[in-house]
Antibody, heavy 118, light 106 residues
């Protein structure tokens, strides 16, 4: 079975940084694009970033996070990362790791909560 | 690409049919997916390529449309279907979601 397990969330002050991780299992990780999607409390889904698979490592970002967030992957560890910096209050959300990116997201993790508050 | 879902809330009797709409600001071809989200849980993929059901999705869920107009139809609504649904385009970067439609019991 496909499993995606996020970690690394927490409470931070504006301007802070952290790194989210997502450990994947149950599929051939290196061949798939992987993504981060977030959801602010009580709001809808908001795509954040995607990194391609199969060694291409092309990256794509939402305008709202470009220059502040960095997506990466370690195919040897089946792990996806999201380095977030210069955090703002509006970045407060559950951050979901999702399998896929160019053709829909077919599996999702349970999410990691990032709260930004002074 | 701006994705607009309507209505924001849809009231339907159990056992009846729900019709959810999603409109794109630019043509997507068939590059559209639908997701279901139960409160407190991660979204679940229902439909991709506008009309293809994902693995394990019941046949009462069907998708149609192309270009800029898409429909998700849920037939014979069951209790677990009264949740929120999102459409998402993957035709062009940046990817984008609609604002969601909440299906509630009438």
């Amino acid at each position: 079975d496909v499993q995606l397990l996020e970690s690394g969330g927490g409470l931070l002050q504006p301007g802070g940084s952290l790194r989210l991780s997502c450990v994947a299992s149950g599929f051939t990780f290196n061949t798939y694009a992987m993504s981060w999607v977030r959801q602010a409390p009580g709001k809808g889904l908001d795509w954040v970033s995607t990194i391609s698979g199969s060694g291409g490592y092309n990256t794509y970002y939402a305008d709202s996070v470009k220059g502040r967030f960095t997506i990466s992957r370690d195919d040897s560890e089946n792990t996806l990362y999201l380095q977030v910096s210069r955090l703002r209050a509006e970045d407060t959300a559950i951050y979901y790791c999702a399998k896929g990116g160019g053709s829909g997201f077919d599996f999702w993790g349970q999410g990691a909560l990032v709260s930004v508050s002074s | 690409i701006l994705m607009t879902q309507s209505p924001a809330t849809l009231s339907v009797f159990p056992g009846e049919r729900a019709t959810l709409s999603c409109r794109a600001s630019h043509s997507l071809g068939s590059n559209l997916a639908w997701y279901q989200q139960t409160p407190g849980q991660a979204p679940r993929l229902l439909i991709y390529a506008a009309s293809t059901r994902a693995t394990g999705i019941p046949a009462r869920f069907s998708g149609s449309g192309s270009g800029t107009e898409f429909i998700l139809t849920i037939s014979n609504l069951q209790s677990e279907d009264f949740v929120v649904y999102y459409c998402q385009q993957y035709d062009k970067w940046p990817l984008s979601f609609g604002g969601g439609t909440k299906v509630e019991i009438k």
